[in-house]
């Protein structure tokens, strides 16, 4: 039977090549957390920046999604590291499927809502499903209500809307609680392409209504694409 003999050298050369291999898992079970982090930080920065004007870090929400991405691919591509690193891959795995989480978690529906204004034209626009294409545009004096079939717990609405001149910059909100319209404030932003109105309590609501609905710049005729609700 022959013995294997390695020389001092050669030993020390497998040592180094596996640090280095241990090394480069560890930075690379890092990574996906690093990009976690940036993901869950780009969220937090949009949704301080929506609520203060002059609202200049809006456009950090679509890094949010990207960062996640890329930090799940790290995650998949290492994923034999998590038996050396464990803690260090779960917690990446786990701050980039957060990243993914929508700003508003629920239930979307808007089929079984009936929509009516003092401007029909184009208002089955808001509820075709379709967040490009044909728009609804309220003028200065126009109103929208949405009547639910039933008295329906809300967490918030989602409003897409074009993201050029035209772009939804303020309305004012009101909520049928099952006594009649009561204001539930004005909503003014400077986003683009989508606003999350998230109510700070889950509210019961028979129906809601939305008028004063101008552009980023005060203009009137926004261009909206669809509005969703989110319960």
């Known amino acids: 039977m022959k013995r294997m003999c390695f020389t001092k050298s050669e030993v020390e050369g497998e040592m180094y090549a596996m640090k280095e291999k241990i090394s480069t898992n560890k930075i690379l079970a890092s990574t996906s957390l690093v990009f976690g982090i940036l993901s869950l930080f780009s969220f937090v920065l949009y949704f301080y920046s929506a609520n203060h004007a002059p609202y200049t870090y809006i456009d950090v929400i679509f890094l949010g999604p990207l960062f996640s991405f890329i930090g799940i691919v790290i995650s998949i591509i290492t994923r034999k590291s998590r038996k050396i690193y464990p ?6 795995i786990i701050s980039c499927m957060l990243g993914y ?3 508003i978690t629920g239930e979307y529906f808007n089929n079984n809502v009936v929509f009516e204004s003092n401007k029909s034209d184009g208002l089955e626009f808001l509820y075709d499903g379709k967040n490009s294409g044909n728009t609804w ?3 200065k004096n126009t ?3 949405m009547t639910f079939p039933e ?3 809300i967490l918030g609405v989602r ?3 074009d993201t050029g001149y035209y772009s939804l910059g303020s309305l004012n909100v009101y909520a049928d609680e099952g006594n009649g319209f009561i204001s539930y404030g004005k909503l003014t932003r400077n986003a ?3 606003i999350y109105l998230k109510f700070k309590e889950p509210a019961d609501i028979r129906a809601l209504k ?3 609905m101008l552009t980023t710049s005060g203009g009137t005729g926004p261009d909206i694409y669809e509005i969703t609700f989110i319960k």
Not at 87 to 92: F, N, R, V
């Open 137 to 139: 545009y309220p003028n």
């Open 151 to 153: 008295l329906t717990r």
């Open 159 to 161: 409003i897409n809307f």
């Open 210 to 212: 939305f008028d004063g």
């Open 87 to 92: 803690a260090l891959w779960i917690s990446g």
């Open 143 to 145: 109103f929208l209500t």
């Open 101 to 103: 989480l929508d700003e």
């Open 192 to 194: 683009n392409g989508t």
